[in-house]
């Protein structure tokens, strides 16, 4: 997408968007980011599409602002001008204080549709957890997401026993390739997550460590599915991931 000149409030230089250099812009209706040396906009997103923004702790070395959408997706910007610190806080701040401004001014009450799926993935962590790593990756669209993955999940929904399962479930899980690339992808539920935490108590100690912050969701899941609990070929990072759970898993206890 294109933007008029004219419809530009703001624009700042030298912003980063997954390591790419560029222009962050705030126009009337929408708040984006435009590459260096393009005339197309790589991020543009609608004020009332905006759920919050944050911006990153004042002991971080980064200075980076963050825009949460309601469909819990995210776009992170890191302000990195030649200027000193000071003055790229300031420059941040300025873009925070103008977003919050228009996304004021451009608010809208959600359809009812929209606010009930934002309480269900509000509710339910691993319904969220699912979300995560299966649309902003594409590997489903939203509209999937909600009729099958979500359909499932709340039709198994209500009273659950906390108790352990077979690791023999993983068998059932069937990888299907994608015609077009020829990717593997796995079919991923809310009960098989919680299945595999349930059976494996190092795994979800991993997720707690790696997730977000080391790997993303989809990342993670990869690798479990190629790790020995999957009886897969592992890589070098899978075995940095996933080599100490079996030994936690069979002793009963994390092993430092």
Known sequence: MSVEREDILLQVNNVRYKKNNGQLYLSQTRMGWM???????????LYNDIRTQKISPEGKPKVQLQIVLHDISSYTFHFCANEGREKLVAERNKVKERLSQLMSQNRKQPPDELMEKKRLLDENEQLQQLYRALVPTSIISVDEFWKEIAGQYKQSMGPQQDV????????????????????????????IMSSVFKTYPAVKKKHGEYVPHRMTESEFWTLFFQSHYYSVHTTSRTENVFNECSKYDDRGKWVT
């Open 35 to 45: 590459m260096d040396d393009s005339d197309t906009s790589t991020v543009s997103v």
């Open 164 to 191: 352990g399962v077979s690791g023999a479930f993983l068998a059932d899980i069937k990888p299907q390739t994608d015609g077009s690339n020829g990717k593997v992808q796995y079919n991923l539920t809310p009960e």
